[in-house]
């Protein structure tokens, strides 16, 4: 028999619980559904069985929707959650935004409904059989920011006239940030069902002092030494290739229908590194250990006389022997449930290819192909060892115009 998920809404008006119910019954032969009448209820019922999904309203007696879904979070790290509430000032959103996956303002459709809570069924679906991974996305609030990158933030939301693009530079060189921001803005009933890829768009539609807030006060992002265990040079260097190959991407969608989004698709395409990070610290510092002591083995050996060293092992493999998912996993999952566009969903789950594309034809080759060309001028941040010299040669003219053009100009003048 085929797993229906199990979908709770919970509001403290009986007469909305009903509506709700009338409303989806529809939905039966798809969802199992329950009803709690305030947020006690709603944990009895996720003490008895595990919920796909929460959706909640925000302003109930006893203990509110943001109360409710931070003990939700504990408790069941790999349930998805909406609030829905008609009467949120905006700092609540903001504040709610930081526990909820997704923001439905009341009164909403059976279409709205039942498209956030499919979109947020389908991004919690592993692309492993083991459906192991589900909580490493599900769980996580806030990522790891270098400590110098985070305090150069601090000093520009210091001036209470900056403007959005003085703060969109800085957070276009922190994926990690620049992913919250993108979530806040997408996940909330400001965007009006649009999907935004753009870092300094969404700070300009949140507002510079929600950011500011948010940052100072919600806790939004959290200190690389604070929770992840490992070196501070992995950091360094994974936010080095991000923004390498965000600014390769880039130029490769030149004039292309994605072009748009290139660039935050190129920046965030290993955020499921800081993803695995965060969820599984010691795992994943074992993992990132192992997987670099390979590659330094493997380094070593390269010599034109040992051009058939047995390579190292990608670090996609020894997150699947040891975690049954991936850094791609991880992270296309975060970024769908952070309600992020598809094609850069798309670009992280793809980012680690077989074979190397030789020319950028969508969103997700452009950014495979720039995530390629920059380790192999700067080294692996996941792929294996022995580097090969990047042969530009099969590529497109575009392609090989473009790549040739970027490394030139990292070439000290």
Same mark, same amino acid.
């Given at each position: ?29 798809? !969802? ?13 019922? %996720? ?60 009164? @909403? ?11 947020? %069924? ?160 010691? &795992? ?53 449930? !952070? ?29 495979? %192909? @720039?995530?390629?060309?920059? &380790?192999?001028?700067? =080294?692996?941040?996941? =792929? ?11 590529? =497109? ?12 100009? %990292?070439?000290?003048?």
């Amino acid at each position: 028999m085929t797993h229906k998920p199990h979908i709770l809404f919970v509001d403290d008006e009986q007469r909305i619980l009903d509506g709700l119910r009338r409303m989806l019954r529809g939905r039966r032969d798809r !969802w199992d559904m329950s009803f709690a009448n305030g947020g006690i209820d709603a944990l009895a019922v %996720l003490a008895e069985r595990h919920c796909d999904v929460v959706v909640s309203d925000f302003r109930m007696p006893e203990m509110d929707g943001a109360a409710l879904l931070e003990k939700v979070r504990t408790a069941s790290p790999d349930t998805a959650r909406i609030i829905l509430s008609g009467q949120t000032s905006a700092d609540n959103i903001m504040r709610v935004m930081t526990l909820a996956h997704q923001f439905i303002n009341k009164p @909403a459709t059976a279409d709205q409904l039942i498209e956030a809570i499919e979109y947020l %069924l389908g991004a919690q679906v592993s692309t492993t059989a083991t459906g192991e991974n589900l909580g490493d996305a599900s769980g996580v609030t806030s990522l790891p920011s270098p400590p110098a990158l985070l305090a150069e933030l601090l000093s520009v939301l210091d001036d209470e006239q900056v403007s959005a693009s003085s703060i969109g530079k800085v957070v276009q060189t922190d994926p990690a940030v620049a992913a919250k921001i993108l979530h806040l803005a997408n996940s909330s009933a400001m965007t009006a069902g649009q999907r935004l890829s753009d870092v300094t768009q969404a700070i300009a539609l949140l507002g510079t002092n929600n950011v500011r807030g948010l940052v100072l006060l919600h806790d939004i992002v959290t200190a690389f030494a604070d929770r992840v265990h490992l070196p501070m040079s992995w950091m360094e260097s994974l936010n080095a290739h991000s923004v390498q190959t965000a600014q390769l991407a880039g130029r490769l969608s030149a004039n292309r229908p994605w072009s748009a989004q290139s660039f935050t698709a190129g920046l965030l395409h290993e955020v499921g590194q800081l993803v695995l990070a965060t969820s599984r610290p010691d &795992e994943f510092g074992i993992i990132i250990a192992t997987w670099q002591r390979a590659t330094a083995a493997a380094a070593a050996s390269e010599t034109p006389q040992t051009a058939d060293v047995t390579a190292s092992p990608a670090l996609c493999e020894l997150e699947l022997a040891e975690l049954h998912t991936s850094h791609a996993e991880a992270g296309a999952s975060l970024l769908s449930l !952070w309600g992020l566009p598809a094609g850069i969903v798309d670009a992280a789950a793809r980012h680690v290819t077989a074979d190397m594309p030789t020319t950028a034809v969508d969103l997700s080759s452009a950014v495979a %192909l @720039a995530h390629a060309a920059v &380790e192999a001028h700067l =080294g692996p941040v996941c =792929g294996a060892r022995p580097t090969r010299p990047f042969d530009d040669e099969p590529l =497109g003219a575009i392609e090989r115009t473009v790549i040739q053009r970027w490394r030139s100009s %990292l070439q000290p003048e």
